[in-house]
């Protein structure tokens, strides 16, 4: 929590909390916490699409949490701890 100097006529310099505002970051169509079906990219190991989250937005691309995989392609979701980089064009939103 961050703490702002109040000042009002009643209190001069008093300390107070305040709540962070809650943003949904989002670029585009793609928004942080939404499950996505990802492409894999062509110079990747990946021979399926998987399922995945969304954890953190870059540039052109998005960290994902990855949920759901065929099964030949289990090994990589190890192999990656669970989370790969997709870039925004692979990317399409679960209804």
């Not at 709540?19 to 062509?42: A, D, F, M, S, T």
């Not at 691309?61 to 669970?82: C, M, Y």
């Amino acid at each position: 929590m961050i703490t702002e100097v109040e000042t009002n006529k009643y209190r001069h310099g008093a300390l107070h909390t305040v709540e962070p505002k809650k943003r949904v970051k989002k670029k585009g169509k793609i928004e942080v916490g939404k499950k996505y079906i990802c492409n894999p990219r062509k110079d990747c190991k990946w021979t399926h699409p998987f399922f995945g989250i969304v954890e953190q937005i870059y540039k052109n691309s998005a960290l994902v949490i990855i949920t759901a995989t065929d099964e030949v392609d289990d090994h990589l979701t190890v192999e990656h701890k669970g989370k790969t980089v997709v870039p925004f064009k692979n990317m399409i939103e679960l209804e």
